[in-house]
């Protein structure tokens, strides 16, 4: 049983669907068969018995009808009933309580043995015995005139017998047809679902082997499972080649932007091997530079695992954006004493769906970027709108601005609106890190901007 199982499971699908249909159905029909012989069988037997009975009865009416003697003449004379012994292959015979034989009509099938009991005064017995062939035999009391004996019938069921194996041989060739039939359909059904299946699997393998290039368009649009699992495939293969392709992006502009520090470093420390070792305002000079570069690297690569860990977002997590906010202008106020931070709020306090990590992550990442792209004295206005079903947050600023064209680009990775701004003490990640927080946490952002007159940002969190 266990190799039958493993020879199963190691066929193709289409043929287990194929194996399976046709077993299913075969299995199906052969107990539907069943049945309807069995209860064929069992109507037909008992209406042969009832012909055998039916003859006797009649035959027997007939002999107690004649008062006196009974000739042959008067025998031959009932045509019907001859007829439909002659027609049955009946035999019947008369015997007299010694056991001798004193009548016989249609002499078919030899003599059964005699049942003499006292129960035939008071019914009919019937049997099934077996002369050269399977018979019901039926055993009654007749009376002829004075005469009184007992009449057997004999009822042959060879006619039945053929009748049931014509039946059998037709189911069984039936049998056949149904299960070759349903294979063949299940066959062609199978084909015709598995394609896309088939596609599926060579897109796959195309694209382990070739890249995402070579992923198949597929034409089947059926609004079924299959057509939902392609339209899940689809999307699927959008999303890694999107990622794919920010991935080989990411690592070229981290290669980048992490080259330019160590080769700063590089060249500060190799003047200072060759001859600035011996000039402390150069080794000073270098040594700060070099630190300053450190550092740098040291933010960058934090963002880095900031933006690869990604972890889950907290369903439970509550923020109170106020402590946030009083917190975050109390350390930007202490390392930029020069920013100025407006706070407002209007509408009854709520608590958005937030860590105040995140929050405060967020938050800071907006204000450093007002601070850091000014030309002039910051002055960032904080506007706190508690709305019924959401919270929006605006923070505006009167720095440099942001021109059209650029807005779109500014939650890349490492994306500069110009080369002036490479040199400001930024990674080109704050405003990832911050588009990739407000994802997670489902919050809404847009910016407004132009050149020379700041940028807007406004945090939508819904309730």
């Known amino acids: 049983m266990k190799k039958l199982d493993k020879l199963f499971i190691n066929q193709s699908l289409k043929m287990k669907w194929t194996l399976s249909t046709a077993i299913v159905i075969f299995i199906s029909y052969a107990a539907i068969c069943t049945v309807i012989y069995i209860a064929l069988y069992s109507w037909l037997i008992q209406n042969e018995e009832n012909n055998a009975i039916r003859t006797a009865e009649d035959l027997s009416s007939f002999f107690q009808s004649q008062k006196g003697s009974l000739t042959i003449q008067e ?18 015979r008369i015997f007299n309580f010694d056991g001798y034989e004193v009548l016989r009509i249609n002499d078919i099938s030899p003599a059964a043995k005699i049942d003499l009991s006292e129960e035939l005064i008071l019914t009919t017995i019937v049997t099934k015995d ?28 060879s006619t039945f017998q053929s009748m049931m194996q014509y039946v059998l041989t037709a189911m069984l060739i039936a049998g056949i047809g149904a299960v070759f039939l ?58 890694l080649q999107k990622s794919f392709i920010k991935q080989q992006q990411f690592v070229s502009d981290a290669s980048h932007e992490l080259r330019t520090p160590i080769q700063a470093i590089e060249g500060h420390l190799s003047l200072i091997k060759r001859w600035g070792k011996n000039d402390p305002q150069v080794l000073e000079e270098s040594i700060d530079t070099s630190l300053a570069e450190v550092a740098r690297m040291k933010k960058m ?45 209007s509408g009854t306090e709520k608590h958005p769906n937030i860590t105040e990590n995140a929050l405060e992550q967020i938050l800071r990442n907006i204000i450093e970027n007002s601070i850091r792209y000014n030309d002039q004295k910051p002055v960032i206005h904080i506007i706190i709108n508690y709305e019924n079903d959401k919270i929006v947050i605006e923070l505006t600023d009167n720095g440099i601005g942001i021109s059209e064209e650029h807005l779109p680009y500014i939650f890349d990775r490492f994306y ?17 890190i911050l588009k990739m927080l407000t994802e997670k946490y489902d919050v809404e952002i847009d910016v407004k901007s132009s050149l020379g007159k700041g940028t807007t940002f406004i945090l939508t969190f819904k309730i």
């Not at 690869?308 to 109390?330: C, F, P, T, Y």
Request: no cysteine.
């Open 301 to 345: 690569i934090e963002e880095l695992l900031n933006l690869a860990r990604n972890e889950k977002r907290d369903k439970h997590a509550s923020a109170h954006i106020k402590n946030v906010l009083e917190s975050l202008k109390s350390e930007i106020q202490l390392i930029y004493p020069d920013v100025e931070i407006k706070v407002e709020t």
């Open 75 to 92: 025998i031959q004379g009932n045509t019907g009933l001859l007829k439909a012994i002659v027609n049955q292959n009946q035999t019947v």
């Open 130 to 157: 077996e002369l050269n062939e399977d018979v019901f035999v039926v055993h009654k009391f007749v009376q002829i005139g004075s005469f009184r004996g007992i009449l057997q019938l004999i009822h042959p069921l």
């Open 182 to 239: 349903a294979g063949s359909i299940s066959y062609y059904l199978a084909n015709l679902l598995i394609k896309p299946l088939k596609d599926l699997r060579d897109s796959m393998g195309s694209v382990r082997d070739k890249g995402f290039e070579e992923h198949m368009h597929f034409s089947y649009n059926a609004d079924d499972e299959i057509g939902d699992l392609l339209t899940i495939y689809r999307d699927m293969m959008e999303d």
């Open 416 to 432: 500069r609106v110009d080369a002036s701004r490479e040199n400001n003490g930024g990674t080109g990640l704050g405003l990832s």
